[in-house]
């Protein structure tokens, strides 16, 4: 079995937390479902070297780049090589700089625990950060959350609220270095 079907088939059965009262419990698992067939936890959840290899950092949940793993200088993409992938599988580098996976847990200060639902709506229907930043940067296939129905959307944002909230700060992204 691949890492990513493992992780796939882990993830499947996991429920990272309880749920919440504000949203009903039908709509969290909802969301549940749906992060585990979008894949969010691909790379929103750090990737830890265990026995057998690469495995989900259950501890870690949704929480985004570990903020104590600084990250040396990418490679720099060219030829068929265009983008590349840290072990964690929470860092990527290619020609629109370095990304880093968002904590998405309902931490107020470093996840999403102050935002509001029509601020995640609005973050995705315009595929920037905050709704207004800069642009949602790949790989996140923000392209595919925008093909799903608003109350799918609301799902997976009381999903996301319902989980343990982890303090992780997660770098800024990194604009691409400068071709001499």
């Not at 600084?70 to 990527?92: D, H």
């Not at 609005?122 to 642009?135: C, D, E, F």
């Not at 109350?151 to 997660?170: C, G, M, T, W």
Request: aromatic residues 6%; proline residues 11%; contains cysteine.
């Amino acid at each position: 079995m691949t890492p990513l079907t493992f992780r796939t088939a882990l993830l499947a059965g996991l429920s990272f937390g309880i749920a919440s009262a504000a949203a009903p419990d039908a709509q969290i698992r909802r969301g549940a479902y749906l992060t585990r067939i979008m894949g969010c936890a691909d790379c929103h959840m750090p990737l830890k070297m265990g026995p057998k290899g690469p495995e989900p950092d259950l501890a870690r949940g949704l929480s985004g780049h570990p903020e104590a793993l600084v990250m040396p200088a990418a490679p720099e993409p060219k030829g068929p090589w265009l983008w590349s992938g840290a072990a964690t599988n929470t860092a990527f580098a290619g020609p629109w700089g370095v990304s880093y996976a968002a904590n998405l847990t309902p931490d107020d200060e470093t996840g999403l625990g102050r935002w509001t639902e029509a601020q995640f709506l609005q973050i995705v229907h315009t595929g920037r950060h905050l709704g207004k930043g800069r642009t949602i940067l790949p790989p996140m296939p923000i392209q595919n959350l925008q093909a799903t129905r608003e109350e799918d959307l609301k799902a997976i944002f009381a999903y996301l609220r319902s989980q343990p909230a982890v303090r992780n700060h997660v770098p800024t992204a990194t604009e691409p270095a400068a071709s001499h």
